[in-house]
DNA sequence: AACCGTCGAGAAAACGCTATCTGGACGCGG
DNA sequence: CCGCGTCCAGATAGCGTTTTCTCGACGGTT
């Protein structure tokens, strides 16, 4: 039975008006439980439906009205954190009308436009989008158009709603921890200028300058040490190997997230070296930190509760709410074993074997 | 400039047709690249649409025709091998009109029947689907409905193509190095009985057959031992410290995919053993199983591929061609460290500390 | 010079739904 | 008994595209 391909949901509105002998906007409002249907009509309707098997055309409630379609962009599926917030946001959606799609950014497009854009040409009736570096003017034509939750974006516009986390509160706790484990020589690990410069909004800008702001009132200014590099695996590992066979090699790496924080673990191994050598923490508490061999201290940051949230905010705002909110997610520093105190001077093992198991 | 919002998209096709001085019938075909159009009408077409910043309305093609809209159904985000899926699918649209979005399966509805509905429902071109568990007779209609190629599922329709990996070449790889390493307790760890059943469309049936085939093969019939539990890493946790508390701890075990392996190689950690007292592998060569920490042998199954064979399958498929295609991709064994020789016996060290780093 | 085929362009009819408006029945108070 | 408000149901006009059909103009061939 191959072949033929039958009119793609082709038992329409007005099949099933038919059926249940009943006009095509009697089903419209059994539906969309509009208001002025009796008890008896509705059941009708809904026996027809259940019979016929009807499905509505989205497409075609894209014309009229609301698609009951909610759009998140997300720029980087494989780093871990981006799947949690999406695990929170379908979750919330659970047993509601609402269908949650998903446009990947990408990366060979700039920063999530496309996608964005994408979502909005399909009449999502609102979008969640995790690309902070887009442009606020951009951004504010953008919810002027639609309904528009932000994650991980540290400004405070009124045309849309954020989800972010308090990324200074979490940066000090990482720093405060490895100073108080007696660290001096810490560096930071982090994407390059043109990510984390524009007005801190960015995650990853925020915690930059946290990491400045706490090392200058530790007095530990002559130590900072910050290291660029691009996003894959590749580029952090070669960076942390560079960073840990110079001269200044730190005693603990805070590399701005546990993706990023698993290239410097490899290169520490790979540098014939140990967390007894060298601490290592990131940011965001991704599963696989807590796993034995990994080991990683980091910064706990919620992804499911704020994919909730984010559900949530923007539920309300298709609701009609025009008040923006911000909301803001507390971060928990996890300690494991990733961060030790740094070795006594002059107990280097600069050359020791990596011993596993 | 917050509050008011505007008519979404407010520009049409007939403010294009008006503006370029042209019929709306005219900038349908420049848009669809359709047989005639002169050089010039196209060029005063699309700088028109340049001017405006026209965007066609998906709704509305999907009314009449394409939506250059490719639908994928993913089971669960949170396991990294599906991301490396969207991955390849992603870069093999790169550049093409096709826009890709992604309908995550949500775990309290059975198996991805609402989401591949809500993509039909959202008339996209083309369904990729990673649910190997729908029932033939459904999937047969809704390939008469509209494009589909499956992922992992090892059956053969006529009526949609098919990407899977060679489990069974996977899984005999896996099993007879560990034999060759000299193991003969080798336990496999693997889902509950309903999902590893069924006809062995499920690549994770295919690994427990071929797990028990090699097994008989290598005359060790009788240490055969199949563990089941529910996918969450607790459950798996709790099954594999079970296991290796029991009698009958097994040398080495098999499990089912790199998720479970991790949740495995914790249970080893928490139960006071190494690598060198139980081996332990895996399916799939997610990212971190190379992690210095993690050190997980298993099998290779390029996701990425699998992603961008699916794509290109299915805008075959959309092009025209109804024969079926069944693509094979081959797996590769990753042999890495948490895979050692068994203890000689009697030099079991079954209550030595873990001892990292 | 008449004719035919080809090609570029436009007119108009769907596509399946929702929103708005109108109509009719019914019940209640004056 | 009339009028008025209330509530339920249907008629109807789009929504922004694509598709099919028609029309006219233009060359080239008899």
Redesign the interface.
């Known amino acids: ?6 009119p ?2 082709s038992v329409t509105i007005q099949d099933v008006a038919r059926e249940a002998g009943v006009s095509r906007a009697a089903v419209s409002k059994v539906i969309r439980n509009a208001y002025g249907v009796s008890p008896a009509m509705r059941e009708r309707v809904t026996a027809a439906i259940e019979q016929l098997g009807y ?9 009229r009205g609301a ?1 009951f ?1 909610l759009g998140i962009e997300i720029p980087d ?2 780093n ?1 954190f981006f ?2 917030l ?2 929170g946001a ?2 919330a ?3 509601s009308p609402y ?6 950014a ?1 990366p ?2 700039s920063e999530g436009h496309r996608a964005i ?2 979502l ?4 999502v009736d609102g979008v969640i989008a995790v690309s902070p570096l887009v442009e606020p003017a951009w951004l ?1 034509t953008l ?4 309904p528009v939750v932000m994650l991980g974006r540290h400004d405070r516009s ?2 849309y709603d954020t989800v972010v986390n308090d990324d200074e509160a979490g940066t000090g706790q990482v720093m405060r921890h490895l100073i108080e484990l007696g660290h001096r020589d810490i560096a930071h690990l982090t994407y390059e200028e043109e990510k984390t410069v524009p007005g801190s909004v960015v995650p990853q800008a925020i915690r930059l300058e946290t990491y400045r702001k706490v090392m200058k009132e530790a007095g530990l200014a002559s130590h900072i040490q910050v290291v660029r590099t691009p996003m894959s ?1 590749a580029a952090v590992h070669r960076a942390a190997l560079q960073l840990l066979s110079g001269l200044e090699r730190p005693t603990a790496i805070f590399a701005c997230h546990d993706e990023t924080a ?1 290239g410097v ?2 290169a520490v ?2 540098a014939g070296l ?3 050598d060298v601490s290592v923490a990131g940011y965001d508490d991704i ?2 930190a ?6 990683l201290t980091t910064v706990n940051q919620d992804g499911e509760r704020m994919g909730r949230l984010a559900v949530e905010l923007l539920l309300d705002r298709i609701k009609g709410r ?1 008040e ?1 909110r911000h909301e803001i997610v507390r971060p928990d520093l996890v300690v494991r ?1 990733s961060t ?1 105190p740094p070795r006594p001077r002059g107990s280097s093992t600069r050359l020791r074997a ?1 011993g ?2």
Chains 1, 2 share one sequence.
């Open positions: 039975m191959p072949a033929s391909r039958t793609a949901g499905r509505p055309s989205v497409s075609a409630r894209g014309m698609t379609t599926l494989a871990p799947p949690r999406l695990t379908t979750t959606l659970s047993g269908q949650l799609i998903i446009a990947p990408d060979a497009h854009q994408a909005v040409d399909r009449k504010e919810a002027a158009t639609v009124t045309g695996e698993l673990q490899r191994a790979d140990t967390s007894a599963e696989i807590r796993h034995p061999g990994v080991s025009t923006p074993g030790r990596l596993e198991g």
